[in-house]
């Protein structure tokens, strides 16, 4: 049993916005995708997809896109929301969605933490930025930390070691989203998993150790579209 991840695959498979229209390493990308998660993913695994899944303005725009997932190998694909996730509305009607389209390997990862084995859990939150300093960013940071903070509490109360999964990287270049940042330093946490950054901004993607702490920026094509085996 491995565990991996990949975020913003930005699927569009049921609606006309396909990201081939950037060329460069998106072209092709679907088939890329599936063919990389196919040569590296087993029936048995985890793969977390941290956001910026499909362009569906709704659950069921989205419906094809979430199929494609669901038929790639993997016991578990647990998504959690990104800035793009139109589609998302609650978790209890997400989950009452997949049930009734037989979805049954997509999981919500949304003020919980899934336990990966004795060892680790599976945290995670949208978590959000505030380069300008505006106070409709702090309300909604303040509330991404809680979030954060409820999937990391219970993890660590299990005896577990948290895995953090965000959709923004909690440190850009030389800001620092400090809400978010805290509560990873406050339960000590180790790994952090982003994704969100695209094309020429990745020259200021944290990727690597940084405070102590490892980060790694997952988005699709700064991974060319094959899942980083996290364990």
Known sequence: MSLYCISDPHLSLSCDKPMDVFGGRWQDYVQKLETNWKECVKEE???????DISWGMNLNQSLADFAFINS???KEKIILKGNHDYFWTSRVKMESFFEENSLNTLKILHNNFFPYDENYGICGSRGWINENGKAQDKKILDREALRLEASIKPCVESGREPLVFLHYPPIYAETVCNEIYDVIKRYGVKKVFYGHIHGLS???AIDGVYDGIDFRLVSCDYLEFKPVKIF
């Open 72 to 74: 790639l190998p993997g």
């Open 202 to 204: 990745y020259r200021y």
């Open 45 to 51: 695994d985890t793969v977390v997809i941290p956001g």
